[in-house]
C-alpha cells in the first residue's frame, strides 16, 4: 500500500463548480499535512497547510479526519487558474514529507 | 527576495558522465532535499540534509551524491551509475521540525544525449 494515496483523475469541471479531493495516508503517526498545487512542468508550490480543526483560505477548504486517516480539499467556485496538479503531503517522520503522486483538475469554460 | 536557486534549468548527460545539479538557499533553512520526478509520477526522495556536514539517503540513492558543506548550498551529483537519469529534479528546503512545509527550487530537466 502506498504512503500517501489520490485519485489520478482527470477531474474536468466547469469555471464555477466546487470539486472535492480525498487523499488517504497510512502513517497513523503522522503528525503534519499539506496540500500544494503543480503546473504543468513547474515546481510544487504550497498551497495550505491542514490542521486539525480544518482550515480555508479564501475559496479553498482542507479537513483532516484522523480516525479514518484521510485529507480533503475542497474548492469552490473553480476558475481557469485554478488547472494544476494537487498534491497531497505528509509528514513521513523526522524533516521527511512523502508526497502523493497528484490529483488533475481541469476547469473549462 | 529569499528562495532557492537551481542551475541549470537544463541538462544533457554524455554516456559514462558524472553531472552536478546546483541548488542555493538564502532562506536560512537548516533541512535541504532532493527530489526526482518522472513524467506522471509523484517526487521521490533522493538525499537530504537537516544540518551542515550531514545528509541522510532518501528511498532512491543509487546511482547519487550528494555534498552539504555550507548551510546554503546542497549540490547533486548524477553518476554515470545512474543508468536512468532522464527526469525532473527538484531541490526543496525547509526549517527544522516536522511541521514545516518545504519549499521548492524550479527545477532542472536532466536528459540523456
Known amino acids: 500500500r502506498k504512503e500517501v494515496e489520490q485519485d489520478p483523475g482527470p477531474f474536468n469541471v466547469p469555471e464555477g463548480a466546487t470539486v472535492a479531493f480525498n487523499c488517504t495516508y497510512s502513517n497513523s503517526a503522522s503528525q503534519s499535512f499539506f496540500w500544494y498545487r503543480q503546473d504543468c512542468r513547474k515546481e510544487p508550490k504550497l498551497l495550505m497547510s491542514v490542521y486539525s480543526s480544518g482550515n480555508e483560505d479564501g475559496r479553498f477548504t482542507a479537513q483532516l479526519n484522523r480516525a479514518s486517516q484521510y485529507i480533503s480539499l475542497l474548492i469552490r467556485d473553480s476558475k481557469l487558474s485554478d488547472s494544476a496538479t494537487y498534491l497531497c503531503v505528509v509528514n513521513g517522520g523526522g524533516n521527511k514529507l512523502v508526497f502523493g503522486a497528484g490529483t488533475i483538475l481541469r476547469v473549462k469554460s | 527576495d529569499g528562495g532557492i536557486t537551481q542551475s541549470p534549468k537544463y541538462l544533457f548527460r554524455k554516456e559514462g558522465q558524472n553531472v552536478t545539479l546546483s541548488c542555493e538557499q538564502n532562506?536560512?533553512?537548516?533541512?535541504m532535499y532532493w527530489y526526482r520526478q518522472d513524467p506522471g509520477q509523484g517526487l521521490r526522495l533522493i538525499y537530504y540534509s537537516q544540518i551542515v556536514n550531514d545528509f541522510q539517503k532518501g528511498d532512491i540513492a543509487e546511482g547519487y551524491s550528494v555534498s552539504r558543506e555550507k548551510k546554503e548550498s546542497f549540490p547533486l551529483t548524477v553518476t554515470s551509475a545512474q543508468k536512468n537519469p532522464t527526469a525532473f529534479y527538484l531541490c526543496?528546503?525547509?526549517?527544522?521540525?516536522?511541521?514545516?512545509?518545504?519549499?521548492f527550487g524550479d527545477g532542472t530537466r536532466l536528459s540523456i544525449l
Open positions: 532562506l536560512n533553512h537548516d533541512a
Open positions: 526543496a528546503s525547509s526549517g527544522q521540525g516536522g511541521n514545516q512545509p518545504q519549499h
